[in-house]
């Protein structure tokens, strides 16, 4: 249903001659005026109204899109079953936990005492090497 009414060319013209003979030529160009100041004034009036029915619109859509989001992360399957699968592997995790702490204590518990790098080497013996030459005497060999 067109609530819009349908002037023709035929309409427009006898609209201007009614004009032109109530009003007159010289009172014309500002009935004009006036005429078009009152509808650019309703179509501003009408795009006010659009646009803030389409503002209400749109914060409701946004609410109902809200309450969605909120309803999907409440009852989300794949978030049930994430922390189902963490629970279950706790034990596991804090059991491998507890072997890496022993086997690190183990590897990086000293042995026995450290030897201090600066004492001197007693226990080292003087020398290992042998005289590869002979002592010699008096130039002859013995």
């Given at each position: ?6 002037f023709?060319?035929?309409?427009l013209?006898m609209v201007?001659?009614?004009?032109l ?5 010289k ?8 005429a ?16 803030a ?6 914060e ?39 072997e890496?702490?022993?086997l ?12 201090d790098?600066?004492?001197p ?9 042998t ?7 008096g130039?002859?060999?013995?």
């Open positions: 249903m067109n609530l819009v009414p349908q023709g060319f035929f309409e013209v201007a001659i009614v004009a003979v109530v009003v007159g030529p009172e014309l160009p500002r009935l004009m005026r006036m078009g100041k009152m509808f650019a004034q309703a179509r501003r009036m009408a795009a006010e109204f659009t646009s029915f389409d503002q209400m619109a749109r409701s859509e946004m609410e109902e899109m809200r309450k969605e989001i909120a309803a999907l992360k409440d009852n989300n399957p794949l978030a049930d079953a994430k922390r189902e699968v963490d629970a279950a592997m706790r034990p596991v995790e804090n059991m491998v936990r507890a890496a702490g022993e690190r204590d183990a590897v990086t518990k000293p042995v026995g005492p450290v030897p790098p600066n004492a080497a007693a226990d080292k013996p003087a020398s290992d090497k005289d590869p030459e002979p002592a010699q005497t130039g002859k060999a013995p």
